[in-house]
Protein backbone atom coordinates (compact mmCIF):
# COMPACT_ATOMS: atom_id res chain seq x y z
CA UNK A 1 0.00 0.00 0.00
CA UNK A 2 0.72 3.67 -0.38
CA UNK A 3 0.36 5.21 2.82
CA UNK A 4 0.19 9.34 3.93
CA UNK A 5 1.67 9.48 7.20
CA UNK A 6 1.71 12.97 9.51
CA UNK A 7 4.16 13.43 11.93
CA UNK A 8 6.63 10.95 11.12
CA UNK A 9 9.03 13.48 12.58
CA UNK A 10 7.29 12.59 15.73
CA UNK A 11 8.04 9.69 18.35
CA UNK A 12 5.14 7.38 17.37
CA UNK A 13 5.19 8.38 13.64
CA UNK A 14 8.38 7.63 13.07
CA UNK A 15 8.32 4.65 14.90
CA UNK A 16 5.00 3.93 12.38
CA UNK A 17 7.06 5.04 9.38
CA UNK A 18 10.19 2.24 10.46
CA UNK A 19 7.32 -0.17 10.57
CA UNK A 20 5.44 0.45 7.84
CA UNK A 21 8.79 0.09 5.81
CA UNK A 22 9.95 -3.07 6.86
CA UNK A 23 6.23 -4.31 6.36
CA UNK A 24 6.51 -3.59 2.53
CA UNK A 25 4.37 -0.23 2.42
CA UNK A 26 5.50 2.63 0.84
CA UNK A 27 4.80 5.74 2.72
CA UNK A 28 4.59 9.71 1.73
CA UNK A 29 5.39 11.60 4.85
CA UNK A 30 3.98 15.00 5.43
CA UNK A 31 6.77 17.67 6.86
CA UNK A 32 6.79 21.67 7.49
CA UNK A 33 9.71 23.70 6.70
CA UNK A 34 10.86 23.43 10.45
CA UNK A 35 10.63 19.58 10.32
CA UNK A 36 14.27 17.74 11.76
CA UNK A 37 14.57 15.76 8.26
CA UNK A 38 17.54 13.56 9.79
CA UNK A 39 14.85 11.28 11.92
CA UNK A 40 14.10 10.15 8.44
CA UNK A 41 17.90 9.24 7.40
CA UNK A 42 17.65 5.62 6.37
CA UNK A 43 13.83 4.84 5.94
CA UNK A 44 12.78 5.22 2.03
CA UNK A 45 9.77 7.61 1.64
CA UNK A 46 8.50 10.87 -0.15
CA UNK A 47 8.64 13.84 1.85
CA UNK A 48 5.68 16.85 1.10
CA UNK A 49 6.25 20.16 2.40
CA UNK A 50 2.48 21.04 3.77
CA UNK A 51 0.06 23.20 4.99
CA UNK A 52 -3.07 21.24 6.37
CA UNK A 53 -5.18 24.57 6.15
CA UNK A 54 -4.01 24.65 2.21
CA UNK A 55 -6.58 22.47 -0.20
CA UNK A 56 -4.11 22.78 -2.79
CA UNK A 57 -1.11 21.19 -0.30
CA UNK A 58 -3.65 18.48 0.73
CA UNK A 59 -4.41 17.60 -2.67
CA UNK A 60 -1.04 16.95 -3.46
CA UNK A 61 -0.19 14.69 -0.16
CA UNK A 62 -3.19 12.34 -1.04
CA UNK A 63 -2.22 12.04 -4.68
CA UNK A 64 -2.59 8.43 -5.69
CA UNK A 65 -2.78 7.05 -1.60
CA UNK A 66 -4.38 4.37 -0.50
CA UNK A 67 -4.74 5.46 3.09
CA UNK A 68 -3.92 7.90 5.77
CA UNK A 69 -2.50 7.45 8.84
CA UNK A 70 -2.70 10.54 11.06
CA UNK A 71 0.33 10.79 13.77
CA UNK A 72 0.77 14.99 14.09
CA UNK A 73 0.06 16.30 17.05
CA UNK A 74 1.10 19.12 19.73
CA UNK A 75 1.29 17.61 23.14
CA UNK A 76 0.71 20.50 25.67
CA UNK A 77 0.01 19.42 28.80
CA UNK A 78 -0.55 23.17 30.51
CA UNK A 79 -3.41 25.81 30.30
CA UNK A 80 -1.47 27.63 27.67
CA UNK A 81 -1.78 27.71 23.78
CA UNK A 82 -5.12 25.62 23.50
CA UNK A 83 -6.26 27.99 20.53
CA UNK A 84 -2.72 26.19 18.75
CA UNK A 85 -3.51 23.23 20.31
CA UNK A 86 -6.79 23.33 18.37
CA UNK A 87 -5.24 24.61 15.11
CA UNK A 88 -2.88 21.47 15.13
CA UNK A 89 -4.94 18.91 16.44
CA UNK A 90 -8.49 19.59 15.75
CA UNK A 91 -8.36 21.63 12.52
CA UNK A 92 -5.65 19.97 10.93
CA UNK A 93 -7.38 16.57 11.70
CA UNK A 94 -10.79 18.01 10.08
CA UNK A 95 -8.93 18.65 7.25
CA UNK A 96 -7.28 15.40 6.49
CA UNK A 97 -10.41 13.61 7.55
CA UNK A 98 -12.40 15.79 4.96
CA UNK A 99 -9.96 14.87 2.72
CA UNK A 100 -10.07 11.20 3.23
CA UNK A 101 -13.69 10.98 3.02
CA UNK A 102 -13.99 12.94 -0.38
CA UNK A 103 -11.31 10.52 -1.95
CA UNK A 104 -12.82 7.36 0.02
CA UNK A 105 -9.66 6.36 1.56
CA UNK A 106 -9.18 5.14 4.76
CA UNK A 107 -7.85 6.99 8.14
CA UNK A 108 -6.00 6.10 10.80
CA UNK A 109 -6.74 8.74 13.46
CA UNK A 110 -3.82 8.27 16.27
CA UNK A 111 -5.44 9.99 19.45
CA UNK A 112 -4.33 9.04 23.21
CA UNK A 113 -5.49 7.79 26.25
CA UNK A 114 -5.88 11.10 27.80
CA UNK A 115 -8.66 12.23 25.70
CA UNK A 116 -10.84 8.87 27.54
CA UNK A 117 -12.36 9.32 30.68
CA UNK A 118 -10.19 9.51 34.48
CA UNK A 119 -9.68 5.82 35.88
CA UNK A 120 -8.22 4.83 39.44
CA UNK A 121 -5.50 2.58 40.04
CA UNK A 122 -8.52 0.00 40.67
CA UNK A 123 -10.82 0.25 37.94
CA UNK A 124 -8.93 0.41 34.33
CA UNK A 125 -10.44 2.69 31.17
CA UNK A 126 -12.22 1.12 28.55
CA UNK A 127 -12.88 2.60 24.81
CA UNK A 128 -16.28 3.53 26.02
CA UNK A 129 -15.34 5.06 29.23
CA UNK A 130 -15.40 8.97 28.63
CA UNK A 131 -16.34 10.67 31.84
CA UNK A 132 -15.30 12.09 33.59
CA UNK A 133 -12.37 13.73 31.43
CA UNK A 134 -9.24 13.84 32.17
CA UNK A 135 -8.38 17.74 33.86
CA UNK A 136 -8.88 20.42 31.04
CA UNK A 137 -5.31 21.10 29.64
CA UNK A 138 -4.97 22.16 26.01
CA UNK A 139 -3.84 18.77 25.09
CA UNK A 140 -6.79 16.70 26.73
CA UNK A 141 -9.54 19.10 25.13
CA UNK A 142 -7.79 19.23 21.69
CA UNK A 143 -7.48 15.52 21.39
CA UNK A 144 -11.32 14.92 22.83
CA UNK A 145 -12.49 17.75 20.20
CA UNK A 146 -10.70 16.29 17.39
CA UNK A 147 -12.67 12.28 18.22
CA UNK A 148 -15.42 14.32 17.89
CA UNK A 149 -14.70 15.39 14.79
CA UNK A 150 -13.70 11.56 13.42
CA UNK A 151 -17.07 10.82 14.61
CA UNK A 152 -18.88 13.05 12.86
CA UNK A 153 -16.63 12.48 9.66
CA UNK A 154 -17.64 8.61 9.94
CA UNK A 155 -21.29 9.61 10.08
CA UNK A 156 -21.02 11.98 7.24
CA UNK A 157 -19.12 8.45 5.67
CA UNK A 158 -15.62 8.30 6.27
CA UNK A 159 -14.23 5.02 6.75
CA UNK A 160 -11.93 5.85 10.19
CA UNK A 161 -10.57 4.08 12.78
CA UNK A 162 -9.40 5.80 16.42
CA UNK A 163 -6.40 4.45 18.34
CA UNK A 164 -5.68 5.54 21.90
CA UNK A 165 -1.95 4.93 22.78
CA UNK A 166 -0.57 4.68 26.52
CA UNK A 167 2.53 5.89 27.95
CA UNK A 168 5.44 5.10 25.31
CA UNK A 169 8.79 3.91 25.76
CA UNK A 170 11.65 3.10 23.59
CA UNK A 171 13.98 3.99 20.94
CA UNK A 172 13.68 6.62 18.16
CA UNK A 173 12.85 9.85 20.45
CA UNK A 174 14.18 12.57 18.65
CA UNK A 175 13.20 15.61 20.58
CA UNK A 176 12.60 13.77 22.89
CA UNK A 177 9.12 13.16 24.74
CA UNK A 178 8.43 10.34 27.29
CA UNK A 179 12.37 10.02 26.93
CA UNK A 180 12.98 13.25 28.53
CA UNK A 181 12.16 12.02 31.88
CA UNK A 182 14.73 9.78 31.55
CA UNK A 183 17.29 12.08 30.57
CA UNK A 184 16.14 14.24 33.64
CA UNK A 185 16.89 10.84 36.12
CA UNK A 186 20.00 10.68 34.61
CA UNK A 187 21.55 14.25 34.74
CA UNK A 188 19.91 14.99 38.72
CA UNK A 189 18.71 13.19 41.60
CA UNK A 190 15.25 13.26 41.41
CA UNK A 191 13.20 12.38 45.00
CA UNK A 192 10.03 12.27 44.09
CA UNK A 193 8.09 10.67 41.51
CA UNK A 194 4.52 11.56 41.07
CA UNK A 195 1.77 9.98 42.76
CA UNK A 196 -0.26 8.28 40.15
CA UNK A 197 0.51 5.51 37.11
CA UNK A 198 0.18 5.19 33.79
CA UNK A 199 -0.23 2.33 31.19
CA UNK A 200 3.21 1.81 29.68
CA UNK A 201 4.18 0.79 26.21
CA UNK A 202 6.96 -0.18 23.69
CA UNK A 203 6.23 2.58 21.05
CA UNK A 204 7.10 0.03 18.61
CA UNK A 205 3.97 -2.73 19.96
CA UNK A 206 1.79 0.51 19.59
CA UNK A 207 3.40 1.11 15.66
CA UNK A 208 2.34 -2.42 14.79
CA UNK A 209 -1.09 -1.71 16.61
CA UNK A 210 -1.41 1.40 14.40
CA UNK A 211 -0.74 -0.55 11.19
CA UNK A 212 -3.00 -3.53 12.48
CA UNK A 213 -5.73 -1.01 12.88
CA UNK A 214 -5.35 0.16 9.40
CA UNK A 215 -5.72 -3.23 8.27
CA UNK A 216 -8.49 -5.11 10.68
CA UNK A 217 -9.82 -1.86 13.13
CA UNK A 218 -13.65 -1.72 12.68
CA UNK A 219 -14.89 1.66 11.01
CA UNK A 220 -15.77 3.67 13.70
CA UNK A 221 -14.29 2.40 16.50
CA UNK A 222 -12.23 3.09 19.32
CA UNK A 223 -9.05 0.87 20.02
CA UNK A 224 -7.09 1.66 23.42
CA UNK A 225 -3.12 0.71 22.45
CA UNK A 226 -2.01 0.44 25.93
CA UNK A 227 0.83 -1.75 28.01
CA UNK A 228 1.60 -2.80 31.44
CA UNK A 229 -0.13 -0.30 34.23
CA UNK A 230 2.34 0.35 36.83
CA UNK A 231 3.06 3.24 39.30
CA UNK A 232 5.11 6.80 38.15
CA UNK A 233 7.57 5.33 41.01
CA UNK A 234 7.72 2.17 39.55
CA UNK A 235 8.62 3.43 35.95
CA UNK A 236 10.92 6.16 37.51
CA UNK A 237 12.42 3.56 39.53
CA UNK A 238 12.87 0.78 36.34
CA UNK A 239 14.38 3.76 34.19
CA UNK A 240 17.18 4.45 36.85
CA UNK A 241 17.91 0.98 36.77
CA UNK A 242 18.41 0.73 33.18
CA UNK A 243 21.02 4.02 33.25
CA UNK A 244 22.13 2.42 36.77
CA UNK A 245 21.65 5.49 38.54
CA UNK A 246 19.74 7.20 41.54
CA UNK A 247 16.16 6.97 41.30
CA UNK A 248 13.25 8.19 43.47
CA UNK A 249 12.25 7.10 46.57
CA UNK A 250 8.64 8.05 47.51
CA UNK A 251 5.86 8.98 45.69
CA UNK A 252 4.92 13.05 45.51
CA UNK A 253 2.63 13.89 48.26
CA UNK A 254 -0.64 15.76 46.91
CA UNK A 255 -0.14 19.19 48.46
CA UNK A 256 3.45 19.06 47.76
CA UNK A 257 2.41 18.69 43.95
CA UNK A 258 -0.29 21.56 44.59
CA UNK A 259 2.50 23.75 45.87
CA UNK A 260 5.11 22.99 42.66
CA UNK A 261 2.43 23.35 40.40
CA UNK A 262 1.22 26.76 41.42
CA UNK A 263 4.93 27.84 41.71
CA UNK A 264 5.31 27.00 38.13
CA UNK A 265 2.17 28.39 37.17
CA UNK A 266 3.42 31.67 38.62
CA UNK A 267 6.78 31.46 37.16
CA UNK A 268 4.84 30.93 33.57
CA UNK A 269 3.19 34.45 34.34
CA UNK A 270 6.05 36.54 35.23
CA UNK A 271 8.11 34.78 32.21
CA UNK A 272 5.33 34.79 29.69
CA UNK A 273 6.10 31.24 29.24
CA UNK A 274 4.26 28.21 30.45
CA UNK A 275 6.83 25.63 31.64
CA UNK A 276 6.39 21.88 31.80
CA UNK A 277 6.19 21.76 35.16
CA UNK A 278 2.70 23.43 36.21
CA UNK A 279 -0.56 22.29 37.88
CA UNK A 280 -1.76 21.28 34.90
CA UNK A 281 1.04 18.72 34.51
CA UNK A 282 1.10 18.20 38.43
CA UNK A 283 -2.30 17.14 38.34
CA UNK A 284 -2.39 14.87 35.66
CA UNK A 285 0.68 13.06 37.05
CA UNK A 286 -1.39 12.33 40.48
CA UNK A 287 -3.97 10.34 38.65
CA UNK A 288 -3.92 7.14 37.58
CA UNK A 289 -4.18 6.46 34.05
CA UNK A 290 -4.84 2.79 34.03
CA UNK A 291 -6.49 1.10 30.73
CA UNK A 292 -7.19 -2.27 29.36
CA UNK A 293 -6.20 -2.88 26.01
CA UNK A 294 -8.12 -6.14 25.69
CA UNK A 295 -10.21 -5.21 22.93
CA UNK A 296 -7.01 -4.56 20.72
CA UNK A 297 -5.71 -7.74 21.94
CA UNK A 298 -8.80 -9.57 20.61
CA UNK A 299 -9.49 -7.66 17.47
CA UNK A 300 -6.49 -6.18 16.25
CA UNK A 301 -3.80 -9.09 17.04
CA UNK A 302 -2.04 -6.08 19.20
CA UNK A 303 0.78 -7.69 21.64
CA UNK A 304 2.19 -5.91 24.82
CA UNK A 305 6.14 -6.20 25.18
CA UNK A 306 8.46 -6.12 28.19
CA UNK A 307 8.94 -2.16 29.54
CA UNK A 308 11.93 -3.16 30.61
CA UNK A 309 13.42 -4.27 27.36
CA UNK A 310 11.52 -0.80 25.68
CA UNK A 311 13.56 1.02 28.52
CA UNK A 312 16.96 -0.22 27.61
CA UNK A 313 16.40 0.37 24.12
CA UNK A 314 15.41 3.48 24.36
CA UNK A 315 18.92 3.96 26.48
CA UNK A 316 20.65 2.32 24.41
CA UNK A 317 19.03 4.66 21.64
CA UNK A 318 20.30 7.64 23.32
CA UNK A 319 23.47 6.85 23.92
CA UNK A 320 24.29 6.04 20.48
CA UNK A 321 22.54 9.20 19.55
CA UNK A 322 24.56 11.78 21.66
CA UNK A 323 21.91 12.50 23.91
CA UNK A 324 23.62 11.85 27.08
Known amino acids: MRILLTGATGFLGNNIARSLVKQGHSIVVTLRHSSDRRTLDGIPHEGVNIDFASPEDLSIAFENVDAVIHSAALIQIGWSKLALSR?????????????????????????????????????????????????????????????????????????????????????????????????????????????????????????????????????????????????????????????????????????????VGKSGDLIGKIRGTEPAINSAATEMGQLFHYFDSEKAKRELGYQIGSVENALQDAWDWFQANGYV
Not at 139 to 167: C, H, M, Q, W
Not at 215 to 237: A, P, S, V
Request: hydrophobic content about 40%; some cysteine; glycine content about 8%.
Open 87 to 259: KINVEATIQIAEAARRRNIRMVHISSVDALGRTTESELGTESHLNPPQPGCSYVISKREAETAIILEVANGLDAVIVNPGFMVGPYDWRPSSGEVMLTLKKQFMPFAPAGGCCVADVRDVADGVISALHHGNTGQRYILGGINMRYLELFQQMAAVMKCRSPKAKLPNWLASV
